[in-house]
């Protein structure tokens, strides 16, 4: 996909390139966009790596807990900030697609008997495809609507429909969440935060606008979990402010408390956010699902029928009544939830969906809810009679505890009816989402992102459950499969039937049914429960952007032939085909130069050479001096990365706190650094190695499960790692292979994440190298005893948090290496001391069964060499473990204690000798260009002269601006000798 630039930062996809796009976004916009995204987006994918760790650590049997993030937050004398006049009455909130200019109007206008909502909520989430198309049209309505000029008429005949602004509803925006991205745009290389997009560019147009006219920027804000995400959001509205001149507290938000984490942690979230939040949403369907998706490990929590959760069970009530006690006792509005009923058109259907809207409102109002919502215009007036007070913020109830039971209940019926209603609701979502929709009405009721995603999670609990059904039927692939195929038939008969189609609209319509189903089939038999449209937004591909598709089949059979006959993957298990890895290509390729190459080169010089001996780099300049003094691989430690060069800009210890992607940019860095040193000495005609030497990469312990590896993976190719190690423990509770507490993950769980690393690759077309280590000589703990081949080295015991204790050792790494061997084309057995012995048993072991199986060795830092073994022990070392079969050898911190010692050296003779101190340096690199060394010219090492090239290349000879001439290293350093 070929994007555009719109500044020297801030990128556009081909496809979402046109006039209406760029008239929004203007220069004012796009350096306030690039500012806010540098400002948040690290600490954005921070706290989404939290939110990972979290998810995993509920997967191993924890739950949900409050997190006191500022003590401050439990005190009982803070309160939000006053709430604006214009936001004090919310009795009714009608909320719908903010694409949809008719239906906006609708939204903001009174309806046939005369009702109006107080606030209008339209919407960039849950109820809109979030197409670039569709986010821009919605844009452009929530201007119109903030000047009071929105207007709709579809042809010169039609009926014309328009705001008036003296008797429209509030205007409220709900952007999209913390964890989405929108694809279609990339500042410094980087796909935005659609939240931040969202915000910022409605803001950047309409605050203005509503100001003058004496009213609040008003914003809704979904799918918040955690407190540290509500000081994000806080910071982000700080920030977004500021940028624009505008005072503190200019905007508000109500945020939706809809999901399990949030709920217990509302006081917390209120808190963080206590200068721009008015009030909280019961966001009850995205709450269930939630529910289901945050405990999917629990066997206890298998949920009932959709139909059967709603606010009269006990922990549903509880999570509302619990909103209403902190918003109140807070001075912030507690809203009620969405009644996501439709009148339909027969009289009787209409009075038994208003009954169940005034008992679902009339419900809310006794629990103490100062508004709700509906999601069409035809119930605000019977909603409205639910609420006769302009709000209730006075109500709390002092008996109801603070700590009330929030976790889903594992009871009640689970029905055929109940899986046959899920599989419908997927195929209508389906058919409307494939014409651009993000919501349908259909069988009464208004459904969405949200009830989808409730349908999806359930059908995927009760699958991998094999849960057996009231009637007697069991749950698997098979049963919903068939359910996909008979549910099909009404839609079928639908369409058929409809004597406003013509024949070719019928086919047509056929066509988006069949792919609706199959579409559904397949998200519903996934085995993981996979993000669906909640992870990203669509990228607009334009319709000029070909590319050559080749014939599936036949690159299938060649890419079978590859793996069976090429010695390169000889010894390789991969538990997908051809086919699988060939469908999730796609059909626009990408090629990955510096990978496929270093890739090539480090298999080339592992069977070539004895052994491969590499240096943990930490920055560019280092890898360029591994590579200048001869060595031919480059080792990057995560532990490096951790400790002075990740995406945090903070120290951290070897546990992967830092963001994930902090390696694959630092091997970018490296291999930037490396192709300037070759240019540089290309513009010389002095090229005298290969400066692309192969990079092994860190990958930890996947920073997750295996969707994370998969993803981690491809990141590091992108970067162009030619090979990438994984380490056999849980990710959330990583440690250095050298720190205690290390927990390791159940063999067959690791073999899924090496599986993964390796579709990967394959996926992207280049042959990675990939490196499985085992930390099982020194952990003491492993997360499950699923695996029968960890049984043996179970002591019977558990710890507090529910880990089983092992017998940590030889035999049990022997036994992880083995079953590694064939998913992985090195394996590396961390230890806790030099052993030659030990290194011996090791690969003796693996060889016997594998003969030909490469192994790595680290040969660490937190080893205390001369306390331990001899100096000719030392000198022989590598080459003894070469000789076992130890092919790559490595020390990782090389980089931070070379770093660490030459700088504290330096700086401890400066304070003794002054500038003498750094003369004798000086006069070290000075000797040192005898072998080769050539950074005393730091100007030229960074390539001032090369860029001196570029400048004459431009100006063809006639620049007068060169940088290099008449420059102090030219005069003072060309024929320095020692």
């Known amino acids: 996909m070929s994007y555009h630039s719109l500044n020297e930062s801030v990128q556009i996809s081909s496809g979402a390139l046109n006039d209406r796009s760029i008239k929004l976004l203007d220069i004012g916009f796009l350096d306030l966009l690039a500012k806010l995204h540098r400002k948040m987006e690290i600490r954005r994918n921070q706290l989404l790596a939290v939110r990972r760790r979290r998810q995993e650590s509920y997967d191993q049997g924890a739950i949900p807990r409050t997190e006191i993030l500022n003590a401050n937050s439990t005190l009982p004398d803070w309160s939000v900030a006053s709430i604006p006049d214009d936001l004090k009455l919310r009795r009714v909130e009608i909320t719908g697609p903010v694409n949809d200019t008719k239906m906006v109007i609708n939204m903001l206008s009174r309806n046939s008997d005369g009702s109006r909502a107080d606030m209008a909520m339209l919407d960039f989430e849950d109820s809109i495809k979030p197409s670039w198309n569709n986010i821009i049209d919605g844009v452009y309505n929530v201007i119109g609507a903030s000047l009071g000029e929105l207007h709709y008429q579809k042809d010169d005949q039609s009926k014309v429909y328009k705001v008036d602004p003296k008797d429209m509803a509030g205007l409220m925006v709900r952007v999209r969440g913390f964890h989405l991205q929108e694809v279609n745009i990339k500042i410094d290389g980087q796909y935005v935060s659609a939240g931040l997009f969202d915000l910022a560019l409605c803001f950047y147009h309409t605050a203005e606008n509503l100001i003058k006219a004496h009213k609040t920027p008003k914003y809704y804000v979904p799918k918040i979990e955690y407190p540290m995400e509500a000081w994000w959001w806080n910071d982000l509205f700080i920030q977004l402010q500021a940028e624009l001149g505008y005072e503190i507290g200019t905007l508000r938000a109500t945020f939706l408390i809809e999901t399990l984490p949030a709920a217990f942690n509302m006081e917390e979230i209120l808190y963080e956010l206590r200068d721009h939040v008015v009030g909280m949403n019961v966001g009850r369907w995205d709450k269930i699902f939630s529910d289901i998706k945050t405990l999917k490990n629990h066997p206890s929590r298998i949920s009932p029928d959709r139909s059967e959760i709603n606010m009269k069970k006990f922990w549903m009530e509880n999570y509302a009544k619990k909103l209403v006690n902190v918003c109140h006792r807070r001075g912030a509005f507690a809203i009620g939830g969405m009644s996501a009923f439709t009148p339909g058109k027969d009289p009787e259907v209409r009075a038994l969906q208003t009954k169940k809207v005034l008992e679902d409102k009339s419900n809310e109002f006794k629990l103490g809810h100062d508004g709700c919502w509906v999601s069409h215009p035809y119930f605000i007036g019977p909603a409205m009679q639910c609420f006769p007070k302009s709000n209730q913020v006075e109500f709390i109830d002092d008996n109801f505890s603070a700590h009330p039971q929030l976790i889903m209940e594992g009871s009640g019926p689970r029905t055929l009816g109940g899986l046959k209603t899920n599989i419908q609701v997927a195929i209508a979502y389906l058919i409307g989402l494939s014409k651009g929709l993000g919501c349908v009405a259909h069988n009464n009721m208004m459904e969405d992102l949200a009830t989808l995603e409730i349908s999806r999670a359930q059908v995927w609990q009760w699958n991998h459950y094999n849960v057996t059904l009231d009637e007697g039927t069991v749950v698997n692939d098979a049963l919903i499969k068939e359910l996909f195929q008979k549910e099909q038939e009404p839609f079928l008969v639908e369409i058929l039937n409809n004597q406003t189609l013509s024949d070719k609209e019928k086919m047509s319509e056929i066509h988006i049914l069949n792919k609706a189903t199959l579409d559904g089939m397949i998200l519903f038999t996934s085995t993981t429960l996979e993000p669906f449209l909640t992870t990203t937004s669509p990228l607009e591909i334009s319709s000029t952007h070909t590319y050559n598709r080749r014939n599936r089949m036949d690159e299938a059979t060649k890419l079978e032939t590859l793996w069976e006959k090429d010695k390169r993957w000889r010894g390789i298990t991969r538990d ?326 030459s700088m504290f050296t330096l700086a401890h003779n400066y304070k003794t000798h002054g500038m003498s101190a750094y003369s004798a340096l000086q006069e070290d690199e000075f000797s040192a260009e005898a072998i080769g060394y050539t950074a005393t010219k730091h100007q030229r090492e960074v390539g001032t002269g090369y860029f001196d090239l570029v400048s004459n290349t431009i100006s063809q000879g006639t620049s007068s601006t060169l940088a290099l001439k008449g420059s102090t290293e030219e005069e003072q350093f060309s024929g320095a000798t020692a």
């Open 576 to 901: 997908y085909s051809p086919a699988e890895v060939l469908k999730l290509r796609g059909s626009y390729r990408v090629e990955h130069s510096l990978a496929r190459l270093g890739a090539e080169n480090l298999w080339r010089l592992l069977n070539e050479e004895i052994y491969i001996n590499a240096l943990g780099a930490l920055t560019g300049n280092q890898a360029v001096q591994q590579v200048r003094a001869g060595l031919k691989a480059i080792y990057l430690s995560g532990w490096q990365v951790a400790a002075d060069a990740n995406q945090a800009g903070e120290m951290y210890p070897d546990q992967s706190l830092y963001p994930s992607d902090s390696v694959p940019n630092v091997v970018k860095k490296i291999n930037q650094a490396l192709i300037r040193a070759d240019q540089v000495e290309s513009a010389e005609g002095l090229v005298t190695r290969e400066w692309l030497a192969p990079i092994v990469a860190d990958a930890e312990a996947g920073f997750g499960g295996s969707l994370n590896a998969y993803e981690l993976m491809k990141q590091m190719i992108a970067a162009g790692a030619a090979g990438v190690h994984f380490e056999d423990q849980l990710a959330s509770e990583k440690k250095c292979g050298h720190l205690g507490g290390k927990v390791l993950v159940p063999t067959c769980e690791f073999v899924k994440k090496l599986t993964a690393a390796r579709l990967a690759a394959d996926v992207m077309d280049v042959p990675t190298l990939v490196i499985a280590r085992t930390d099982a000589q020194a952990a003491t703990l492993l997360t499950s005893d699923v695996d029968e081949r960890d049984h043996k080295f179970l002591t019977g015991e558990r710890t507090p948090e529910g880990f089983f204790r092992i017998k940590n050792g030889m035999d049990i790494a022997i036994a992880r290496g083995l079953a590694y061997a064939p998913y992985a084309d090195l394996i590396w057995c961390e230890t806790s001391t030099p052993d030659l012995d030990e290194a011996r048993l090791f690969a003796e072991s693996i060889h016997a069964q594998f003969p030909n199986k490469m192994l790595a060795y680290n040969c660490s830092p937190s080893f205390n060499w001369k306390k331990k073994l001899d100096a000719t022990t030392i000198a022989n070392f590598q080459k003894e473990l070469g000789a076992m079969g130890y092919k790559f050898q490595f020390v990782t911190l090389a980089g931070f204690h070379s770093l660490n010692f």
